[in-house]
């Protein structure tokens, strides 16, 4: 039984500039793109009901409420404990699309800012300005939205540790409850791959905004549940947390990615492909054990709270301390137990060479 899932909306007006996800700037395929992925969701989804559905892209605030809502009706949802999140751009935010927002199911808002430095937005190629960020989600607030997240970039060109500091002032000081953040990675797809910016720092400098960050909002009620995202008490992302707990999850448009507790597989990346033939998948993989035991070693420690090692070994059948010796001895600055004995996590610093140490239980 899958119980959440993934909706990928791939429409943008314009691409970021170090955006290398799959997205699309030509709305003339839009209609033919719902109607595939109507397909899609009729064909693949059992009518269980849902925990989580994340609307996610592109720019799903790029297209209409009314075809949104028509997906999110074809599904049934655990009233008592559903979490529906959009990703919205502040400058779609107007009276019309609130009032048509408020209409639907959707209970979380997700919003790019970024940064809330007009020079910086500028540079990245975002639409929006500082301003009209703000703006939105005070309009949110004012609608009853308490579940709001943001999404931060660090390590930006031209930011400085003052800009930072400064987003994240302004941020704490605005009515929400999810704090996402990120350093910037040139990706191969993306503008800045071709056209490298000026004034990047370097990955040491970004370990300062991101330790800077971490003590800051934990002082400001904002509690660190992975390495990346931050919230107030009863805001932690379900959806995200069913990924860092290898749950299933269906994975539906161009793009997507799924998993039903053994095949984890991706639709087609090419939107005409996908809008041809919606059933097509690009890639599809049986889990082995090993793969398994990693995703589940690598993802947990995702997670603050660490690996939970009783459950390990009972799920496959190890005794992870054992089996792990030498990583945990080698990386012991890095991973700590808990005080119970049941969690091994990664502390801050941990966090900051997770890749690093991540890889060595691979290598097992």
């Known amino acids: ?56 892209g592109g720019t799903p605030s790029s297209i209409s409420i009314t075809k949104i809502n028509e997906i999110i009706d074809m599904f049934k949802f655990d ?50 300005t500082g301003f009209e960020a703000i703006n939105a989600i005070k309009k949110l607030n004012e609608a009853g939205y308490k579940n709001i997240s943001l ?13 930072f500091k400064n987003d994240l002032k302004l941020a704490i000081n605005l009515d929400i409850s999810h704090i996402s953040l990120y350093g910037l990675k040139i990706d191969k797809g993306c503008y800045f791959y071709k056209h490298k910016p000026q004034n990047l720092i370097s ?29 107030k008490d009863g805001y932690f992302s379900k959806h995200n947390i069913n990924y860092w707990h290898c749950g299933s999850y269906y994975g539906f448009g161009t793009a997507s990615c799924g998993y039903n507790g053994n095949i ?28 398994k035991l990693y995703e589940a070693i690598i993802l947990g420690f995702r997670m603050a709270c660490g690996v939970n090692v009783k459950k390990i070994n009972s799920q496959f059948n190890i005794d992870f301390e054992k089996k792990y010796k030498k990583q945990l001895e080698e990386y012991k600055s890095y991973i700590k137990k808990n005080k119970n004995g049941n969690y091994y996590y990664l502390t801050r610093k941990g966090f900051l060479l997770s890749n690093c140490i991540l890889s060595e239980f691979c290598d097992d």
């Open 203 to 231: 990955e040491d400098e970004q370990s300062v905004y991101y330790n800077y960050a971490c003590s800051f909002l934990n002082k400001n009620g904002f509690k660190q549940y992975e390495i990346s995202n931050f919230a």
């Open 151 to 163: 999404d931060f970039i660090y390590g930006l060109p031209n930011q400085t540790l003052e800009n």
């Open 264 to 291: 984890r597989y991706q639709n087609n990346t090419n939107l005409k492909k996908y809008i041809e033939n919606p059933f097509e998948k690009e890639t599809e993989e049986v889990l082995t054990y090993n793969d």
């Open 79 to 128: 009233e008592n404990d559903c979490e529906i999140t959009i990703e919205i751009n502040p400058n779609d935010i107007n009276e019309k699309y609130l009032s048509e927002l408020k209409s639907t199911k959707i209970n979380r808002i997700s919003i790019g800012v970024q940064s809330f430095n007009n020079d910086i937005l500028k540079i990245i190629g975002r639409k929006h």
């Open 1 to 56: 039984m899958i119980n959440n899932t993934y909706i990928h909306i791939p429409f943008c007006h314009s691409k970021c500039k170090y955006c290398s996800f799959i997205s699309y700037c030509n709305y003339k395929y839009v209609d033919d793109y719902f109607k595939s992925l109507t397909k899609e969701i009729q064909h693949y989804y059992k009518s269980e009901s849902q925990k989580t559905l994340y609307i996610g």
